[in-house]
């Protein structure tokens, strides 16, 4: 309604604009395929469906409460001066934004005009709906051509009906369908590749190395000072094996003992990487990540708020590290408030043991899969699950006495 959308208020009293939007509502024939996955998302209880217009919300409430589904749908828009608000680009962007970064939320989007760009950009899942000719955005094409040129949006298309010729090339913008059964499971089952963890375990991939390394972690023998040097030894067998290949690495002028300088390499911008030690537990192992790249920065944190904002200014790389990760509990925490802080800088978690439940499943699982920029590098994954290990690791490596 643009500029006389005043005019258009005093025209029309509420009764009216009622009738109106319900003459309009029972005029709209939603997507038959498009109705399924509505009805399907609205039987989930750990998603929730949004539509979020820029147009009036009344019109959408109607067509939803035609369909069945009006209590199960949450509808933002506006429509009347009334309403306190007018959706825009910038608000379905920052819609999208606040659901991920304040309730670390993942988000999968559906669009189709150069008004829902910001919002496909910031989502997890993009997904831009193609209709026919006559009707689809005559400026969507350039729009979204710069989106992913200029902006970074990666995205799908779904083409409704299924006949239309898509947008830009099928290599661009691969095609989906709502009720195909992969997507759909991607969103629905809780499970799958959306829910796994990056994970690099070195069990994997040198076992006998890991078993000479593991050795003195799990000889009840060996405690204090012997022991702490031994999660140390891990520290820095994990971070020189696998952080060069993760974080890359640069060349750096070194003397050579013949007198003249030779290339030396260390880690790619070594001296803007923080290694964090979660105390008491992952200090002897971050000892051991300090001693590999020893001009990263180094910090110890009891608490969350140790860990402030300037710390991870301008931080190339973050590793908090720990000796056990269980359920994930305290990783989780810890990247939220990080991701609070920071919201690009990449997170490496090293530690010793993972358990197999936070590798995959769970919710906690979920939880920490959907942050991006995060890996996990571990000595080894266990299928032991023992809530008081990480206590009884602290204590015997440094010898405390209870009572």
Not at 31 to 51: N, R, S, Y
Not at 259 to 276: A, M, P, S
Not at 313 to 338: C, K, M, Q, Y
Request: charged share 25%; proline share 4%; aromatic share 6%.
């Amino acid at each position: 309604m643009g500029l006389h959308s005043k005019r258009y208020e005093e025209r029309l009293r509420d009764d009216e604009y009622d009738s109106v939007c319900k003459d309009i509502a029972s005029s709209v024939t939603l997507d038959g395929e498009f109705l399924k996955f509505l009805h399907l998302i609205a039987q989930q209880e750990h998603i929730a469906a949004v539509v979020v217009t820029c147009g009036s919300a009344q019109i959408w409430k109607y067509v939803l409460e035609l369909e069945g589904s009006q209590e199960k749908i949450t509808v933002i828009g506006g429509g009347r001066i009334s309403d306190g608000f007018v959706v825009t680009a910038e608000v379905k962007g920052a819609l999208v934004g606040h659901l991920k970064d304040k309730h670390h939320l993942e988000v999968c989007a559906f669009g189709e005009s150069p008004l829902d760009l910001k919002m496909l950009s910031r989502a997890d899942k993009a997904i831009v709906v193609v209709g026919d000719g006559a009707s689809r955005s005559v400026s969507m094409e350039t729009a979204l051509k710069k989106a992913i040129e200029n902006d970074g949006l990666k995205a799908k298309q779904c083409l409704r009906p299924s006949h239309v010729p898509p947008r830009l090339t099928t290599e661009v913008l691969p095609i989906i369908e709502p009720m195909d059964p992969d997507f759909r499971d991607s969103l629905v089952s809780g499970c799958g590749e959306a829910n796994k963890l990056k994970v690099i375990s070195a069990d994997k991939l040198n076992p006998e190395a890991v078993k000479i390394l593991m050795t003195p972690m799990r000889n009840a023998n060996v405690q204090g000072p012997r022991l702490r040097e031994a999660h140390s030894d891990v520290g820095w067998y994990l971070a020189n094996t696998f952080l060069p290949a993760l974080i890359g690495v640069e060349e750096f002028a070194v003397p050579h003992p013949q007198g003249h300088n030779t290339t030396g390499y260390q880690l790619w911008r070594e001296d803007k990487i923080l290694i964090v030690a979660l105390m008491r537990g992952g200090e002897p192992m971050a000892f051991g990540v300090s001693k590999a790249f020893e001009r990263a920065m180094f910090m110890h944190v009891n608490q969350l708020i140790d860990l402030q904002h300037d710390h991870l200014e301008d931080r190339f790389a973050a590793i908090p590290v720990d000796s056990v990760v269980n359920s994930g509990g305290t990783i989780l925490d810890f990247v939220r408030h990080i991701r609070d802080l920071n919201k690009e800088v990449p997170v490496v978690v090293i530690t010793g043991v993972m358990q197999a439940k936070c590798v995959s499943g769970g919710r906690l699982t979920a939880a920490l899969a959907k942050y991006g920029h995060l890996q996990f590098i571990t000595l080894r994954i266990s299928e032991n699950n023992s809530r008081t290990q990480g206590l009884v690791i602290a204590e015997t490596v440094f010898s405390i006495l209870s009572s």
